[in-house]
Nanobody, 123 residues
Framework: QVQLVESGGGLVQAGGSLRLTCAASGRAFSRYVMGWFRQAPGKEREFVAV????????FYADSVKGRFTISRDNAKITAYLQMNSLKPEDTAVYYC????????????????WGQGTQVTVSS
């Protein structure tokens, strides 16, 4: 069992930055692929970024590539999403999730989810 809690969301101006934190609890955190997803009102949840178990590989949605950076610290059992050059279209609830395997960009591949943190980017 893994429990995930996101924090760090808030209101930021376009072009600004935020760092989201996903604090985990439970055993075997380092065995999970960690991903970030987001969901805006009226839209489906979409993939944002993913990082491998040991943090050696990262993949990003095209919409955030070059602006967002995913990372993890297994010693602190925590994952992060550094968000730079934020745009109004980044406004959404952001979720972290843990996966035992499968298609990394598909939400159905993830076994555990946090409750989400709101990110609002003003123009």
């Amino acid at each position: 069992q893994v429990q995930l809690v996101e924090s760090g969301g808030g209101l930021v101006q376009a072009g600004g930055s935020l760092r989201l934190t996903c604090a985990a609890s439970g055993r075997a955190f380092s065995r999970y692929v960690m991903g970030w997803f987001r969901q805006a009102p009226g839209k489906e949840r979409e993939f944002v970024a993913v990082i491998s178990e040991r943090g050696s590989r990262e993949f990003y949605a095209d919409s955030v590539k070059g602006r967002f950076t995913i990372s993890r610290d297994n010693a602190k059992i925590t994952a992060y999403l550094q968000m730079n050059s934020l745009k109004p279209e980044d406004t959404a609830v952001y979720y972290c999730a843990a996966s035992n395997g499968g298609e990394y960009s598909a939400g159905t591949s993830y076994d555990y989810w946090g409750q989400g943190t709101q990110v609002t980017v003003s123009s």
